[in-house]
């Protein structure tokens, strides 16, 4: 089975920083790779998503991520975060095409001290 | 809006009890998962249905049962031999090339 990795735990920072959480994954085939975040109280939701071609992918509210493939990689940044951006960012992969299986990261919370 | 529902947003269930969790989806999705949800250790699949009538164990499928006689319904039973149901249950739809859209989520504590 997949396994994915995020580095960072809890990550603190001050609005106008930028910021990169990482994300390593174990699956040498082909992969679908994804960002979601999760508000406090609410809902999973979908940040970016890479299935083929640029491996800069840029989603909602200024986020990008940039997939690696020598490294396994696939890190989430935003140039300057904001109050708002305060969450729980999750990184998911799941194997080659078809409606496969999501396997998620343990999750990274992101507090933005304004 | 096609979207995912859940019900109900928060359930308490005595311990020996089954419970049943309701998911619904209008999105015409033929996938459907479902995940739970502790601090600290992210999402982890409990059981998936690729199309109707038939699903699969995940990760964690000890002391959980699901059925999918309709593509639109997926219902997990947390049964009384799931030792530490306490958590946050989340379900998803997918298809092939756009994702996965994911419920809002049912919180079940054991009292």
């Known amino acids: 089975a997949q396994s994915v990795s995020q580095h960072n735990h809890h990550v603190i920072l001050s609005e106008a920083a930028s910021l990169e959480l990482g994300c390593n994954y174990s699956?040498?085939?082909?992969?679908?790779l994804f960002w979601y975040v999760q508000y406090p109280g609410q809902h999973l939701q979908l940040l970016l998503k890479?299935?083929?071609?640029?491996?800069l992918v840029k989603g909602i509210k200024g986020f990008e991520a940039e997939f690696i493939k020598s490294k396994f990689s696939f890190n989430l940044r935003k140039p300057s975060v904001q109050w708002s951006d305060t969450a729980e960012y999750f990184c998911?992969?799941?194997?080659?095409?078809?409606?496969?299986?999501?396997?998620f990261g343990t999750g990274t919370r992101l507090t933005v001290i304004p | 809006d096609g979207g995912i529902t859940q019900s109900p947003k928060y359930l308490f269930r005595k311990e020996g009890q089954n419970v049943t969790l309701s998911c619904e989806q209008n999105?015409?999705?033929?996938?459907m998962y479902w995940y739970r949800q502790d601090p600290g250790q992210g999402l982890r699949l409990i059981y998936y249905?690729?199309?109707?009538?038939?699903?699969q164990k995940g990760d964690i499928a000890e002391g959980y049962s699901v059925s999918r006689e309709k593509k639109e319904s997926f219902p997990l039973t947390v049964t009384s031999a799931q030792k530490n149901p306490t958590a946050f249950y989340l379900c998803?739809?997918?298809?092939?090339?756009?994702?996965?859209?994911f419920g809002s989520g049912t919180r079940l504590t054991v009292v």
């Open positions: 998803a739809s997918s298809t092939t090339g756009h994702g996965y859209t």
């Open positions: 699956y040498g085939g082909t992969v679908n």
């Open positions: 890479y299935f083929s071609g640029d491996p």
């Open positions: 998911a992969v799941n194997e080659g095409t078809g409606a496969n299986n999501l396997f």
């Open positions: 999105l015409n999705h033929d996938a």
């Open positions: 249905s690729q199309i109707v009538n038939d699903f």
